[in-house]
């Protein structure tokens, strides 16, 4: 049971590059949700997916796209990647009801340059 | 829109010393209430719950938390840490229609010298 996978670990882009982060998850949990983590500021909300095909933007969607396609998997993509997006990615699922706790990846690791 | 505050930024402790750091979340109507553990390198982790019933909750590694709700916060605890508890504590909450969308405090640091 693999749990929330996470690709690639680490990634160093150029301004203005195209980049897709991959999350994919074998719990069959209906949510998942992006997050970037900073110094000091805790885990901000991107996106997240309530379930195939339903998605929604969290605190902090600019320069972030994401489509759920299938239940597994919920990529995020960075169409033009900007210095302020060098960040650490992650991603979490969990199942739908109130009383569910989130289960995360590893994380990416993205610099910027 | 809430937002959860985490009072200490870095924390530095001794083996054996006790632990607690604090949480304060605004928000007018019921939350959940959530700690997470990340330790270096690794992903983030629960380490205890609070959805109702008794306010004080127990979660793993002998940590707990309390509810108080007339205060809007939920401190986590441990009596007596150790080295292996060296790690990031992130409080969270979020209100249960929002299906566990979570905002996140900032974190705080700690580290347990041996």
């Known amino acids: 049971n693999a749990g929330v996978t996470q690709t690639p670990k680490f990634q160093v882009l150029k301004t203005g590059q195209s980049m897709t982060l991959q999350c994919a998850q074998d719990?069959?949990?209906?949510?998942m949700s992006w997050y970037r983590q900073d110094p000091g500021m805790g885990l901000r909300l991107i996106h997240y997916s309530v379930g195939a095909g339903i998605t929604d933007q969290g605190e902090v969607p600019n320069g972030y796209n994401v489509s759920r396609s299938t239940t597994e998997d919920f990529p995020l993509r960075l169409l033009s990647a900007a210095p302020s997006q060098t960040s650490v990615y992650f991603c979490a699922s969990w199942r739908a009801g109130s009383n569910q706790p989130q289960h995360f990846g590893d994380g990416t690791r993205l610099s910027i340059l | 829109a809430q937002s959860v505050s985490q009072h200490n930024h870095h924390v530095i402790l001794s083996e054996a010393a006790s632990l607690e750091l604090g949480c304060n979340y605004s928000y007018g109507g019921t939350v959940n209430l959530f700690w997470y553990v990340q330790y270096p390198g690794q992903h983030l982790q629960l380490l205890l719950k609070?959805?109702?019933?008794?306010?004080l909750v127990k979660g793993i590694k002998g940590f707990e938390a309390e509810f108080i709700k007339s205060k809007f916060s939920f401190n986590l605890r441990k009596p007596s840490v150790q080295w292996s508890d060296t790690a990031e504590y992130f409080c969270?909450?979020?209100?249960?229609?929002?299906?566990?969308?979570?905002?996140f405090g900032g974190g705080t640091r700690v580290l347990v010298k041996p």
């Open positions: 719990m069959n949990h209906e949510y």
């Open positions: 969270a909450v979020t209100p249960p229609a929002a299906g566990n969308k979570l905002t």
């Open positions: 609070y959805f109702s019933g008794d306010p």
